[in-house]
């Protein structure tokens, strides 16, 4: 069983969708996720405080500033602007894909795990995850 | 197939429970892992050397320190102690799902590698894997 | 169905394999790749153009530079020499296993991505993917 979400995106931050995956899960099996992109991250994580989202954004945008950022002056690729070489790093320190086990129609997820797309570039996107079922 | 190991942990540090994962799976298929937490993660390393895991905590340990350090005073998820958001940031950067194939009832694991959970949290915990195989 | 990619490596980079694993995979399901070592990654990269490769390749080695770099001082497993445990650390940082949705008998990759082992030793080695297709 196959399908592709699509999550829109305004801008560097996390964006979650457990809700629509939640709904689409059923029987006993595994989950895959996968992003079809190489500027953009899933992430599991806590869906309690917004201030952790708010955290990890700040944490990665410091740790892989813009490529404006002198720090940064030894990147290459920066045609598509400062923000782009970044994005790539980043999606390369988290996850692009993702595996989930179902148990009776439920992810096995935890208390407080939710399932985010973490955009890395500034201009809004919309995002295709792609979602296989083995049941 | 299905079940949940239960890892405890008593502070920041690898944990190795391979032989747990060895005696359950069986047959030839993918064993997948996932941990249900948002403040540790899994980890394939190296389990030759037990300086290897040492260095990897202290590694980073130093690139998040606790929120204590000036570094950190950017953070404004911390009224769960010091080391809460830097275990979330390190959740992020670390994987919270693997999938490793099986052929006929061993895991396709090179010589050196080992399954570890990595613990960040300070506080002792009982951490729970989700595993599922499929065959 | 199973099979292993062998991949020749000669330093610190991204060598793509999409082709290899392409010309692999059949049918609908999901594809499990593992990489078999605790010194090098599995990474979803841009493949349009190689700036990115390079930039990526020193963003991380400026991020967990050599033992020899007197920031790395307080790691103690330096023995396999200087480029051995900050192997280790970007293993940790990045995929070990990658799962990818298969439809048709296509990789349901985006325009843009490719699959790269990321060698991280100095010395040339041979990597060893095991890969496991699921349909």
């Not at 629509?20 to 895959?32: F, I, K, Y």
């Not at 500027?39 to 945008?61: G, K, M, T």
Request: hydrophobic content about 40%.
């Amino acid at each position: 069983m196959q399908t592709t979400f699509q999550i829109p995106t305004r801008g560097p931050g996390l964006y979650e969708f457990t809700d629509q995956v939640a709904a689409w899960v059923q029987g006993s099996g595994v989950l895959t996720l996968f992003v079809r992109h190489t500027s953009c991250s899933l992430l599991i994580q806590e869906n309690a405080d917004p201030e952790v989202q708010n955290d990890l954004r700040n944490f990665f945008h410091r740790l892989v500033p813009p490529t404006t950022d002198p720090s940064m002056a030894y990147l290459t690729h920066t045609y598509e602007g400062p923000d782009d070489m970044p994005a790539h790093i980043k999606a390369a320190m988290m996850p692009v894909s993702l595996s989930i086990p179902v148990e009776n129609g439920r992810m096995r997820l935890g208390t407080w795990q939710g399932i985010y797309l973490f955009e890395h570039r500034n201009a809004p996107h919309t995002r295709q995850v792609a979602a296989y079922l083995a049941v």
